[in-house]
């Protein structure tokens, strides 16, 4: 038979463990309350990805072309690749690499390997600034080299000799993709007219390939998704003029740089205007 002292002590016990459960749900009800009254509204914790760092190394094949810094910025639509901080260190990717312009604004470090005759020491660190087309009317290993699916790397001509003699023609290579490292906010160039706006997004860090770029307004634009035109230049009808704008560019690796109110509201086309960039 149950003691009447220990079934009124297990009474007790439930009652304590009750009141606590209730004081508790009332102290969270309460906070939320007070967090309503003040204005402020419960955010959810925001974890920043991590920087973009070197990939693994490949292998592939390297030659060079001949330019200036008016034309090595060609299908990526960089005007003056030393004017724009790329200076003469610059690639033109072959269409597995380039992918329609998705990997301009990418950075590489490249290295001469297994051909003592030809190559020399240390790294070549260009970046992605135009395509080196396909030519379906020779074969891949011999003058096609930039026919898909081969990875090749057709270098401006001025750093070439950085890492092998140019008398070589063409040479094997190893690379991999590494951050870029740029001075500066990144850069917007408008350009176009009222109906039709381009702004061309360059000197950008960190993965410096840019796969979206948004623009708001201060007054009726909201957060618009550009297209992209061509390489680095993106497009919208989005009627822009007189507002000051705020860009949003989102880059290969899922990181996002925003750049507020960086174009006043009497921003003019054909001018660039610098923001945010990655660190």
């Known amino acids: 038979m149950a003691s009447p002292l220990g079934a009124l002590s297990a009474m007790l016990l439930l009652l304590v463990v009750a009141l606590a459960k209730n004081?508790?749900?009332?102290a969270m009800h309460s906070a939320i309350h007070a967090v309503r009254r003040h204005g402020h509204k419960l955010k959810?914790?925001?974890?920043?990805k991590p920087k973009f760092k070197p990939g693994l190394w490949r292998k592939a094949h390297a030659t060079f072309y001949e330019g200036g810094t008016g034309s090595f910025g060609g299908a990526c639509n960089y005007k003056d690749v030393v004017q724009q901080g790329y200076n003469l260190n610059t690639v033109a990717l072959s269409d597995i690499l380039f992918k329609k312009g998705k990997t301009c604004g990418a950075c590489y470090e490249i290295q001469c390997v297994n051909s003592p005759k030809w190559c020399k020491k240390g790294s070549l660190f260009v970046t992605a600034t135009n395509q080196c087309p396909s030519n379906p009317s020779l074969p891949s290993d011999n003058g096609g080299w930039c026919n898909s699916p081969r990875?090749?790397?057709?270098?401006?001509?001025?750093?070439?000799?950085?890492?092998?003699?140019?008398?070589?023609?063409?040479?094997?290579?190893?690379?991999?993709?590494?951050?870029?490292?740029?001075?500066?906010?990144?850069?917007?160039?408008?350009?176009?007219?009222?109906w039709f706006n381009q702004v061309i997004v360059w000197n950008v860090g960190g993965a410096g390939d840019v796969v979206s770029v948004q623009v708001k307004g201060n007054d009726n634009v909201k957060w618009t998704?550009?297209?992209?035109?061509?390489?680095?230049?993106?497009?919208?009808?989005?009627?822009?003029v007189g507002e000051s704008l705020t860009f949003r560019v989102t880059t290969s690796d899922g990181r996002e740089s925003t750049s507020w109110h960086v174009a006043p509201k009497n921003w003019q086309f054909g001018q660039t205007y610098e923001g945010k960039n990655f660190k």
């Open 23 to 26: 004081c508790e749900a009332t």
């Open 44 to 48: 959810p914790i925001k974890r920043n």
């Open 151 to 194: 990875e090749h790397f057709d270098i401006a001509k001025p750093v070439f000799n950085k890492i092998a003699d140019y008398t070589a023609g063409i040479v094997p290579i190893q690379y991999r993709r590494v951050p870029c490292q740029k001075k500066g906010g990144i850069r917007f160039t408008i350009m176009g007219n009222p």
């Open 225 to 240: 998704k550009l297209q992209r035109d061509w390489g680095a230049t993106w497009k919208t009808s989005t009627h822009l």
